[in-house]
């Protein structure tokens, strides 16, 4: 008889945006002349950069010629992809090879995936709030958790505690859903806990493309000492739209080793590849081509324009937040803006109050943790008018 892995029924059901579906639904159904604007979106809303594009195209075009055409792509990416990342790398200061970077199909997937590599004995220590993947996936493989605290006290940016033992280490920055994000000296104390524990970091890197603060580093690499106990996430999706494109990397340094239990070591790299050598048939040729572009200076430039798109809402949501004295995190180096409800309101009571009264939807904070209730997040991700009405509703609220 087949029977299930019983740690599915630990992990929590897709609540928070089950949730949020069903009441638009409802408001919609019975308003249906009220515009709702959505502010809680997770998606970009820009089409891909035209060298983006353009390169697809050129990729396409080459897969119908037999003597251009591609079959299975290599595990670890196409070598033209790998040296574009390790120069995109260099173009902020950070060394890394070509040879240790890996294609994948976005941040989540690996993030996700990872885990197979890792004994289930480990235990592993998120921040609270949290991305629900980190969380999720380690609870399917059935190890145990840990939180640590990210709050109004410590600006949402959790700091170690030498106290607390733990094997893996999830870190987001700048995070998801707070938009709060690490400084290098913050990154050191975290690099220096991870190495006295013998733990890995593992870093999601995926809105590194968003920092302007030159205290915040793109990469967990900047730090000294991080290759010998961190892997690093990034993807394209929300750098360069590619959200149903589909392309991210992950970075393991060739010196970075694991044990088993009778001490013997291993490279993560290496296990890592066979992981995907195993699972994974790797990223398509036109996509390849795509994400190329986007390291290209044409691409670069165009990439950073929707950027700066995105952050001129930013600008606008965090002008109104300000203007109404209402406290926030994010919004700086991050398309995210993760706000205190006003007067002490519970996450869904202000989600229900800006549904209802003025016809804008975000996400409420106690979706991503015990220390998420209180807060909300809204994303910049939107359309530049509708991000403007939207703003404006919200500074019409009576608080």
């Known amino acids: 008889m087949a029977l299930m892995n019983e740690n599915f029924n630990d992990v929590k059901q897709s609540y928070l945006f089950a949730e949020i579906a069903k009441r638009v639904k409802e408001y919609t159904e019975k308003n249906p002349d009220k515009k709702v604007i959505r502010l ?15 390169a697809m195209k050129k990729g396409c075009d080459e897969m119908g010629v037999k003597e251009t055409f591609k079959g299975y792509p290599d595990y670890e990416g196409y070598a033209f992809l790998r040296e574009a990342v390790s120069g995109y790398y260099k173009s902020f200061g950070v060394e890394v090879s070509a040879d240790e ?43 145990k958790i840990i939180f640590a605290d990210s709050t109004e006290e410590n600006g949402f940016a959790a700091m170690p505690d030498d106290s607390v033992k733990c094997d893996l280490i999830y870190l987001c920055s700048p995070n998801n ?15 220096k806990y991870a190495k006295k524990q013998n733990a890995i970091i593992l870093y999601d890197a995926a809105y590194e493309a ?20 961190a892997i690093e996430f990034c993807s394209l999706s929300k750098t360069a739209g590619f959200t149903g494109t589909r392309c991210g990397y992950t970075v393991i340094p060739k010196e970075l080793m694991i044990n088993d239990k009778n001490g013997n070591t291993y490279s993560v790299y290496k296990l890592w590849y066979r992981r995907q050598a195993t699972k994974f048939n790797g990223v398509s040729y036109p996509v390849q ?15 950073k324009a929707n950027i700066a798109y995105y952050m001129d809402n930013a600008k606008v949501i965090s002008a109104a937040l ?72 919200i500074k019409s609220l009576k608080f």
């Open 40 to 54: 809680g979106i997770g998606d970009v809303t820009l089409p891909l950069v035209p060298a983006v594009v353009e």
């Open 101 to 143: 970077i890996m294609i994948s199909d976005g941040a989540k997937s690996d993030v996700g995936n990872i885990v197979d590599i890792f004994s289930q004995d480990n235990v592993v220590l998120v921040t609270d709030p949290v991305y629900p993947v980190y969380v999720d996936t380690n609870t399917m493989s059935g190890r």
């Open 177 to 191: 859903p707070t938009g709060a994000a690490y400084t290098k000296e913050q990154l050191e104390q975290w690099v």
């Open 210 to 229: 968003y920092i302007s603060d030159s205290s915040v580093p793109r990469s967990i690499f900047a730090v000294e000492g991080a290759r010998e106990c």
């Open 289 to 303: 081509c795509a994400a190329a572009a986007c390291f290209t200076p044409e691409g670069q430039k165009q990439i």
């Open 322 to 393: 300000d203007e109404l004295g209402i406290k926030y995190t994010g919004g700086k180096n991050s398309p995210y803006i993760w706000l205190k409800c006003p007067n002490g309101m519970k996450s869904w009571d202000f989600f229900d109050k800006l549904l209802n009264e003025v016809q804008v939807v975000g996400t409420p904070g106690a979706g991503f943790g015990v220390n998420g209730e209180g807060w909300f997040r809204l994303t910049a991700f939107g359309d530049k008018e509708n991000t403007a009405e939207a703003v404006k509703r």
